[in-house]
T-cell receptor
Framework: QKEVEQDPGPLSVPEGAIVSLNCTYS??????FMWYRQYSRKGPELLMY????GNKEDGRFTAQVDKSSKYISLFIRDSQPSDSATYLC??????????????FGKGTKLSVIP | SAVISQKPSRDICQRGTSLTIQCQVD?????MFWYRQQPGQSLTLIAT?????????ESGFVIDKFPISRPNLTFSTLTVSNMSPEDSSIYLC???????????FGSGTRLTVV
């Protein structure tokens, strides 16, 4: 079992739809949970991070973490064509000497159709 | 967050040759990270580059194949040596300017080996 599982999609939705992106993980040592957005031919861009279980909202984006189920989600409300990108979940665990080890999911490719 | 300039953005190389990728950060950082992103795969850490010491390589990556330089706190290079078509991938440099591994990434180098 891989440490982080993410459905690669692709996922295609109409403009204005609510999008739900999900990842599961197996390592209980993960402490920070992140979502990156990667546009075509660009590097990943940190979108949101959470530390504890619960929800965190930023505009149209909501990140949700359920540590008991080892499950994280990213919700996008009122999706726009500009949200079309690959979304990668990532998680970090303390690896000692003040540094964290980062583990990525494979990414979900999202297309929002006008 | 830090701004990273990475070049070249893309290249097509002959097998058996080498390519050096440059990464420039607009602020001083202790560690820089080099990743490989292959289609359908998670971002994979190649090595961590500390200024003034040898880079630390992850399992499956060796210094002879991926030599790294880190001459100062704002610059690093990754060389892909003796290339084969299997080295065709996107290579990304990144820094952690958050303290919890919320990395900032360069825009990537898209390498095709023919």
């Amino acid at each position: 079992q891989k440490e982080v599982e993410q459905d690669p999609g692709p996922l295609s939705v109409p403009e204005g739809a609510i999008v739900s992106l999900n990842c599961t993980y197996s390592n209980s040592a993960f402490q920070y949970f992140m979502w990156y957005r990667q546009y075509s031919r660009k590097g990943p861009e940190l979108l949101m991070y959470t530390y504890s279980s619960g929800n965190k909202e930023d505009g149209r984006f909501t990140a949700q973490v359920d540590k008991s189920s080892k499950y994280i989600s990213l919700f996008i409300r009122d999706s726009q064509p500009s949200d079309s990108a690959t979304y990668l979940c990532a998680m970090s665990a303390y690896s000692g000497a003040g540094s964290y080890q980062l583990t990525f999911g494979k990414g979900t490719k999202l297309s929002v159709i006008p | 967050s830090a701004v990273i300039s990475q070049k070249p953005s893309r290249d097509i190389c002959q097998r058996g040759t080498s390519l050096t990728i440059q990464c420039q950060v607009d602020s001083q950082v202790t560690m820089m990270f080099w990743y490989r992103q292959q289609p359908g795969q998670s971002l994979t850490l190649i090595a961590t580059a500390n200024q003034g010491s040898e880079a630390t390589y992850e399992s499956g990556f060796v210094i002879d194949k991926f030599p790294i330089s880190r001459p100062n706190l704002t610059f690093s290079t990754l060389t892909v040596s003796n290339m084969s078509p299997e080295d065709s991938s996107i290579y990304l440099c990144s820094v952690d300017d958050t303290g919890y591994a919320g990395y900032t990434f360069g825009s990537g180098t898209r390498l095709t080996v023919v």
